[in-house]
């Protein structure tokens, strides 16, 4: 039988989850997260890591930087990748979501469409990822643990990325349609 | 006479193919038909999920690996 008529090979790997499974599932692993690591869940911290290994590894230091001069942050970072669980845990989203499209047969690379496209790329990741550094967190971090926290903090992070995605939207519409 | 008009949204994210179907659907008369070419997963979702709320008629053909055609009738 071709496994592609399956149902449960359709239902598991080939349609898109609902959002309320997605929702559900988030929900749970980030109790898991919580319980297994005594941190909420986040994603952009160990990006700052990994940038901070890259440095280091190019013969950079970041031991005077403000940013990582916690005895935590030190800590991580003399710790190094694979004692990281936010590192790991990224390494997994990025492999996870990887064998997923495997799985459903929908990996393609896919053609950059003009130099405006990768200079809005380039910008808006360095803007984001510098915009959650100084806010210490990003979508997930300052609003899905926040609000998961009962922090007025991930209220007031939703306020605020609301008007920022209405804005951006305003400038997609000028610069992108 | 309806015409078939395609619209190539190919190595564009949301919300793009999204608001571009929404333009060129509006330039089209009762009865074409919108092919909208895509290879974003998530346009696949919203895409169809705007169409149809709009009460057009929607088929989606997966024409290669990661690579959609989105049928759009415009109804109304």
Redesign the interface.
């Given at each position: 039988m071709d496994i592609k008529n399956n149902k449960f090979y359709q239902m598991w790997f080939k349609n898109?989850w609902t959002y309320v499974v997605g929702a559900v599932l988030l929900s749970l692993f980030q109790i898991v997260t919580l319980a297994t690591t005594n941190d909420p869940w986040g994603v952009s911290g160990p990006f700052a890591n990994w940038g901070a290994w890259l440095y280091r590894a190019v013969g950079g230091s970041v031991d005077k930087w403000y940013y990582f001069s916690s005895k935590g942050a030190q800590a991580t970072l003399a710790g190094g990748f694979f004692k990281d669980a936010g590192s790991i845990r990224n390494l997994g989203v990025i492999v996870g979501a990887l064998l997923a499209?495997l799985l459903a047969?929908?990996?393609?690379f896919?053609?950059?469409?003009s130099v405006k496209?990768v200079a809005a790329a380039v910008l808006g990741g360095l803007l984001m990822g510098y915009g959650a550094r100084i806010a210490a967190g990003c979508n997930i971090g300052a609003l899905f643990s926040g609000i998961a926290s009962l922090s007025l903090s991930g209220w007031v992070f939703a306020l605020f990325l609301f008007l920022g995605a209405m804005a951006g939207?305003k400038l997609?519409?000028k610069y992108?349609? | 006479m309806a015409k078939e008009v395609a619209l190539d949204c190919?190595?564009?994210a949301c919300?793009?193919p999204l608001?571009?179907t929404e333009?060129a659907l509006k330039k089209l008369d009762l009865g074409d038909v919108l092919v909208v070419q895509i290879?974003?997963?998530c346009a696949?979702?919203n895409v169809p999920e705007w169409a149809r709320k709009e009460g057009h008629n929607v088929e989606i053909e997966e024409v290669?690996?990661?690579?959609w055609e989105i049928f759009i009738e415009k109804t109304k």
């Open positions: 898109a499209a047969s929908q990996f393609k896919k053609k950059i469409k496209q939207s997609l519409v992108f349609m | 190919m190595g564009e919300p793009v608001i571009k333009n290879d974003h997963s696949m979702k290669d690996d990661g690579e």
